[in-house]
């Protein structure tokens, strides 16, 4: 009697989640079995429907409320890292955004000198030292904020 309780359990537990029909199968023995296809032809046999749980019943999830401190801690960690996460990038961006500005510095102070230079007189050596040294400027640039 268990036995039969016990397959007609596992018989029926995936058919309640959508709905359906099992069949009530009786062999020479007297045996009685429950399986979701028809039993072989001649074979006394009852068929049994199964309504389908309600859509709230079933669905929702019992969340115990050790599970509920554990979830709500994890979205906290979850939170406090993305706020992290966030805080990091942005000093990231700063620091970019100052190092860029240091090699714009850079870069005009150098054409400044060489305008300057023009301005006052230059001799060809100066002049090659000045544009040397804008065009070291603006690789620099391009190497380090991609301009």
């Not at 199968?25 to 028809?38: K, N």
Request: glycine fraction near 4%.
């Amino acid at each position: 009697m268990v036995m039969r309780a016990i397959a007609l359990i596992f018989l029926l537990v995936p058919l309640t989640a959508f709905g359906g029909s099992a069949y009530r199968c009786e062999d020479d023995r007297g045996r009685i079995t429950f399986q979701a296809a028809p039993c072989e032809p001649g074979r006394p046999q009852e068929k049994i429907s199964i309504k389908p749980p309600p859509e709230t019943g079933w669905q929702q999830s019992v969340e115990s409320p050790e599970d509920a401190r554990i979830r709500r801690l994890n979205e906290s960690r979850m939170d406090d890292y993305k706020r992290s996460v966030a805080e990091h990038e942005r000093r990231v961006r700063e620091i970019d955004n100052q190092r860029c500005q240091y090699y714009r510095d850079q870069l005009t102070s150098a054409q400044e000198r060489w305008n300057s230079a023009r301005r006052q007189g230059y001799t060809s050596r100066e002049k090659v030292r000045y544009e040397q040294a804008i065009s070291d400027r603006q690789r620099d640039m391009a190497r380090n904020c991609g301009h």
